[in-house]
């Protein structure tokens, strides 16, 4: 657990040239001799660092030192600007924890003349190289003719008035760097304390104090800031007050969200902050290192109450470029003028690239616009109006930092006043206190007060007495925004900004912990099984938003900073709540009860809101806490003042910690709640947590080591990245198992079971994005947005290139499968009408007449042929889309693992692409890679055929007609045509005796039903079909629907039409084997009715056995929502589907049936009935009938006349069929079997024992279908085609 700090600093650091070491080059910061001596980096070293060692935050002195000259060691002559330059870093421990450090660069007079004369020796060898051909050869930017202007690309000439160094002549200045390293990010104080220092430096006097005692007091003796406080300190010939937010207020943030907003407009803010939330790629390119903490700081600021979990570098060092390649989330910034061909590389990628300095941001293809987009801007609009200090005109007071920005004390400076101030004040009460610090009865009162408790040293008194002598003076001022310095107004514009932000999370995630999923009785258990548990249920979170929200809230749900929010939630029922959580839910609460409905409300001012603000006014202009004033100290301290020159300082005095510092650490902390004593069990738990926490985050990213940068470092990073990615790959392919095969997964010990849908297709967009990294790492050179396409294009070319010199030039085999695949016509869209055309097989004659049966080849399976396929859709207009496209059809086709095999197995490709270190280059971790991925074959998908609904498809339609008694041929004109669940076809004639077609059309989905038929025509029209197969030759994705009927009139029941039901076939099945099983008669077919009157009975358990089954896997269906139910069709109409087992039910207990079975159809019972009822309701006169039996009676005349008077073309059984479907629909199907079972024809045409007549079975008849009235039951428009209700 890190250890919570008890002063303001933890060090204070000299960095720059050290002399015994001489111009070492900056080897990290690459090949640079082509520069001018002037213009290079060389390496900087830590001088000097105060205290030695902190306790809980040891000194990197390498990470440090990189980080305070992320540039190297720069020099400098009279003739250039020597303007000292902040800036602020942090440093990013491996478990999480972060240092804030402030940097002030500054040049200092180079006055050892070894130094000098090694700059002039460097200078004279740069010159003869220029003047060398050779070196113009390998230069070739120095020659003039390729100067440009910039100082590293003029000719020599050019270069001697510029960048040239002359010992005689010239005065020579190299960088030294002061800096500070905090636990609190402080930024503005610590600025203003080392200008002070800079300041005092260059004065021609000494100071009356010397740096020493400023900088003692701020390492030792200042202590930390508590929650709620403000603070003033005293700095050289200024006082400065610092104030840090309450436990219940926002978190603190240092820098000015103002300058956020002058450098970019709103939309490419909104852009950063959806690519941050969504855990994208972030590169921020600027000259001025401050500006890459300001937004990086400011965005992250921007995401509370979640916190950014990857690699967070906002300022990289050039020695770590190399990270620029790591296939995981992360936020870096490059500084410098030269980055600008690594800017236009990187933009080729599909990362979020943000030019500070010109405002322009490059988000990435696919980034989904936050929820309330349009109201978020709308509101930060109208805030932005009201701030009137955000169209003032500052630009009279740049500093150095490179923003425009106001000095933080102004005259009207609540501090710092000639006329009275709180300052006069405190040097008032100082010099009293100096004298009582002499004085003996004082000296006894303390000493009682101690052992009394009330008082514990003049230190107490002093901070008394200063805060009774600044209430006393403000007692009779009120404080006004416009008294308050411009640091306290940027303070208040974060937060008002920030508020903004926080309003619209609580919107989106005001109800986020009913979703959550709480199993483990204990903390322990829990987290031993976070592995297998499923925390959050996304899916019932992602419904109860609207529809077009979910594209951002999908990903957002899979991202890590959402992972752990939900576990701090979790853990927070053993522990105290993390910070920022603790803080969201206070929030949360107030938002809840201030809320009156569930829609949107605009922004508004909460009550915590305007607290916030107050507490920000309060601490700025009344100070709750005087810090000790430097004084001199005993020991010595003094240092050589010498104008420019920043003194050496003493170490011993620096490094020794006064006395008794440890005991006034402990009451300061016990005086503003700040103990953290707890028991041995809460530390054990504490351990645990943060250990779990650090496990957590060490699956997500792996921060950059800045301290260890040699080549053995760097080889375990990278292969530490390359861990992450396979147990990325890992988690992702197991929950997508575990996701689709639903109840089983939990059978087999693989957690919960969690709904399909929406969560199945951001699963599946999660892995299109593992993917994309995977394919990202170590790229030679970035070539498109997508690095996963760019690939496909290469080998694709590759291979055309052999092709064409290694292959006969008749005939490629690649393109020849393409071809018969898909017979598209420059990738045209979906014609207006559906295109029709035979497919022509070579096929050896055969003797006998009539139609030849046809036969299916297979697919080819080529990662070339889905290629082309996807870039053919012409919806598509991006490389990433056509990545995802190529994943997504290959998943669907259980051919992932094995394409991107494919495409790994050119070895000399892959060398040309990648660097040795390359994720694909590392054979182990590739076959790991492929097993996982191959592990998904296990399920089916349909990933492509939901997702690309615009899509051109073409379908092969093979007829496989009876060849025995004539039925395979016929005179008709026969026609046919497609439902699926995106859509239908029109009615597509056959030709004449094909048998083989194929169709081109709009994406039609998972097939369903088709409906086959003919005019009746010619001499021979009867038909007998006993399959038809359809196979999409995009997916591959095969359906078989059985028939085994005639079409005709005059054979079985006088049907011309016929409406078939999809069977989907298995895609382990294949073509020859799919072949044998359409040349045999189908076992069920549609609809259902016994094909001999020899075939077996079922018995009345059986039909209630089956008619139960059935009826409870509709209730099942209809219990799912709306968008994961797929069609109904198969359920109601399919093999032993509702429809089959209401014929058997019909047909059960026919009196006669040896002689009226195959010549008594139900449609003839049923109109029976009709004619009856229609006599009974016409007859008034006679006959008297209750207001719910006739109205039972008129709906059941009503459906079968429309029924009879739909096409003639519909047969018997076709029409009970519609019969049935209307009635489940319309919730009357119950209702009519109890009419009919009263009616006389029943009883005529029926034994006492059928399901029509046995009144318990009559009454089991109404009870299972009136399970099935809570249910709104939509039909599809092929099942009932034709009918007009």
Request: glycine content about 6%; hydrophobic content about 35%; some cysteine.
């Amino acid at each position: 657990m890190s250890q919570i700090p008890q002063k303001l600093v933890d060090y204070f650091i000299i960095s720059g040239l050290n002399i015994s070491s001489g111009l070492e080059p900056d080897q990290l910061s690459g090949d640079n001799l082509h520069c001018s001596p002037l213009e290079r980096s060389y390496k900087p070293h830590i001088l000097a660092h105060y205290p030695d060692n902190v306790l809980g935050n040891p000194f990197d002195a390498e990470a440090v030192c990189m980080l305070c000259h992320p540039r190297g060691l720069n020099f400098r002559t009279q003739r250039d600007s020597r303007e000292p330059k902040f800036h602020s870093f942090l440093i990013t421990k491996e478990d999480g924890m972060r240092s804030y450090g402030a940097a002030l660069t500054m040049y200092e007079e180079i006055e050892n003349k070894e130094i000098c004369v090694a700059m002039q020796t460097l200078q004279a060898m740069h010159m003869a190289e220029l003047s060398n051909t050779q070196s113009r050869t390998l230069y070739p930017h120095l020659s003039p003719a390729h100067s440009h202007g910039s100082p590293q690309h003029k000719s020599p000439d050019k270069i001697s008035t510029g960048k040239m160094y002359d010992q005689k002549r010239d005065t020579l200045y190299g960088t030294k760097c002061i800096s500070i390293i905090s636990r609190l990010p402080l930024i503005s104080t610590f600025e203003q304390f080392l200008q002070s220092l800079y300041d005092v430096v260059l004065e021609q006097d000494p100071p009356a104090l010397a740096l020493t005692s400023y900088i003692y007091s701020i390492i030792h003796e200042v202590p930390v800031l508590p929650p709620g406080r403000s603070m003033r300190l005293a700095f050289p010939n200024q006082l400065v007050v610092c104030q840090r937010p309450g436990i219940t207020e926002l978190p603190l943030l240092d820098y000015s969200m103002r300058d956020l907003f002058l450098l970019f407009n709103l939309d490419n803010i909104l852009a950063i902050f959806c690519s941050v939330l969504l855990e994208r790629q972030v590169l921020l390119f600027s000259r001025e290192f401050q500006r890459l903490m300001l937004i990086s700081e400011g965005i992250s600021a921007l995401i509370f109450p979640f916190h950014w979990q990857h690699v967070y570098v906002p300022i990289l060092p050039a020695s770590l470029i190399h990270f620029l390649d790591a296939p995981v989330p992360f936020i870096m910034g490059l500084q410098g003028t030269d980055s600008k061909p690594l800017f236009e590389a990187c933009s080729k990628a599909n990362l979020c690239l943000v030019d500070i300095d010109s405002g322009a941001v490059e988000s990435p293809d696919d980034l989904p616009a936050f929820p309330y987009m349009s109201e978020l801007k709308q509101d930060l609009l109208q805030e932005l109006q009201r701030q009137s200090s955000l169209k003032d005109d500052r630009s009279g007071h740049q500093r150095d930092s490179g923003f425009v920005r106001d000095s933080y004390f102004g005259s009207d400076s609540a501090l710092g006043s000639a006329d009275g101030s709180t300052s006069n004040l405190k040097w008032s009460i100082s010099e009293k206190l100096e004298m009582l610090q002499h004085n003996e009865a004082l000296s006894k009162v303390m000493a009682l007060s101690r052992k009394s408790g009330v008082k514990s040293s003049l230190e107490d008194i002093r901070e008394s007495l200063s805060d009774a002598a600044i209430l006393a003076h403000r007692s009779g001022v009120s404080a006004t925004r416009a008294s308050l310095d411009d640091h306290a107004k940027d303070l208040l514009f974060n937060s008002s900004i920030r508020e903004i932000f926080l309003h619209y999370f609580l919107q989106i995630f005001g109800s986020y912990e009913e979703f959550i999923i709480g199993t483990a009785q204990d903390m322990e258990s829990w987290i031993n099984n976070r592995e297998t548990m499923q925390n959050f249920d996304k899916t019932a979170f992602l419904s109860d938003h609207a529809e077009e929200h979910l594209h951002f809230l999908s990903p957002f749900t899979e991202t890590q900073m959402f992972a752990c929010f939900i576990d701090n939630k979790i853990l927070s029922q053993w522990e105290d709540p993390d910070a920022n959580l603790a803080i969201f839910e206070g929030r949360l609460k107030m938002f809840q009860e201030d809320q009156t409905d569930q829609r949107l409300r605009k922004f508004y001012r909460t009550a915590a809101a305007k607290e916030a603000e107050s507490m920000i006014e309060k601490r700025a202009t009344i100070v709750d806490i005087v810090a000790p004033t430097p004084k001199k100290l005993e020991d010595g301290g003094s240092c050589h003042h010498k104008p420019g020159f920043f003194p050496i300082l003493s170490s011993a005095i620096l490094n020794k910690e006064p006395a008794g510092s440890r005991s006034r650490a402990m009451q300061w902390r016990i005086k503003y709640g700040l103990t953290t004593a707890k028991s041995t069990e809460q530390k054990h738990t504490f351990e645990q947590r943060d250990k779990y926490i650090q496990e957590i985050r060490s699956k997500g990213s792996h921060q950059p080591n800045l301290s260890d940068m040699n080549l053995k470092a760097m080889v375990n990073t990278n292969l530490k990245f390359m861990e992450t990615l396979l147990k990325e790959c890992k988690t992702k392919t197991k929950r997508m198992l575990v996701q689709k095969m639903g109840q089983e997964a939990v059978d087999l010990g693989h957690g919960e079971v969690t709904v399909v849908g929406v969560e199945e297709n951001t699963l599946i967009a999660s892995l299109c994005d593992l993917l994309e990294r995977i394919w990202s790492h170590g790229l030679q050179q970035k070539q498109g947005k997508s690095a996963l396409w760019s690939h496909l294009v290469n080998y694709n070319n590759d291979h055309a290139q052999k092709s064409h010199e290694n292959q006969p030039p008749e005939q490629s085999h690649i393109s020849s499968d393409l071809t018969s695949s898909v017979p598209l016509e420059g990738g045209s869209s979906c014609p207006s009408g559906t295109q029709t055309w035979p497919v022509r097989r070579q096929h050896r004659r055969k003797a006998s007449r009539g139609p030849e049966m046809p036969a299916l080849d297979t697919l080819p399976v080529s990662v070339l042929v889905d290629m082309r396929n996807v870039q053919q859709m012409t919806e598509i207009k991006t490389d990433v889309g056509y990545a995802r496209a190529f994943v997504r059809l290959s998943l669907e086709k259980k051919l992932l693992s094995k394409h991107l095999k494919e495409l790994m197995s050119n070895q000399e490709l892959l060398r040309s692409l990648y660097k040795r270190y390359a994720f694909l280059r590392c054979e182990d971790e590739r076959e790991q890679f492929l097993y996982h991925l191959l592990s998904l074959n296990a399920v089916d998908y349909y990933c492509f055929t939901n997702t690309f609904t615009a899509t051109v498809i073409v379908y092969r339609i093979l007829v496989f007609p009876r060849l025995k008694l004539s039925g395979g041929a016929t005179t008709a004109n026969c026609w046919l045509s497609l439902s699926g669940q995106l859509g239908e076809t029109d009615k597509l004639s056959l030709p004449k005796h094909a048998l083989d077609i194929s169709i081109q059309n709009r994406n039609l989905g998972i097939l369903t039903t088709m409906r086959i038929g003919h005019d009746n025509g010619g001499i021979s029209p009867k038909w007998m079909v006993e399959h038809v197969l359809v196979r999409n030759e995009i997916t591959g994705q095969t359906y078989r629907f059985p028939c085994g009927r005639w079409l005709g009139k005059g054979a079985d029941d006088g049907a011309l039409e016929r409406l078939l039901v999809a069977e989907p076939v298995p895609s382990t099945v294949d073509a020859n084997e799919l072949m044998e099983r359409c040349r045999t008669p189908p076992r069920c077919r549609s609809p259902s009715m016994p094909r001999k009157s020899n075939e077996p009975r079922l018995l009345v358990s059986e039909i209630q056995e089956k008619l139960s089954d059935v009826v409870n896997n509709l209730v099942k269906h209809f219990c799912k929502t709306e968008k994961e139910r797929g069609s109904a069709t198969g359920l109601l109409c399919g093999e032993y589907g509702l429809v089959y087992c209401m014929e058997h039910v019909f047909q059960y207990g026919f009196k006669s049936s040896r002689l009226f079975r195959n010549r008594v159809f139900i449609w003839d019972f049923l109109e029976k009935v009709l004619s009856y009822l229609e006599t009974l309701l016409s007859d008034t006169e006679h006959y008297q009938i209750a207001q719910d039996i006739s109205t039972t009676m008129q709906s059941y005349c009503y459906i079968v006349s429309c029924i009879n008077q739909a096409s003639e073309s519909l047969g018997k059984d076709g029409r009970f069929q519609i019969f049935v479907c209307i009635g489940v629909r319309d919730r009357l199907l119950q209702r009519w079997i109890k009419l009919i079972s009263k009616t006389p024809i029943t009883a005529t045409m029926y034994e006492e024992q059928s399901f029509l007549r046995d009144p318990s079975l009559v009454q089991f008849l109404i009870q299972i279908l009136d399970s099935l009235k809570d249910f709104h039951i939509s039909l599809e428009a092929s099942l009932i085609k034709g009918v007009n209700l």
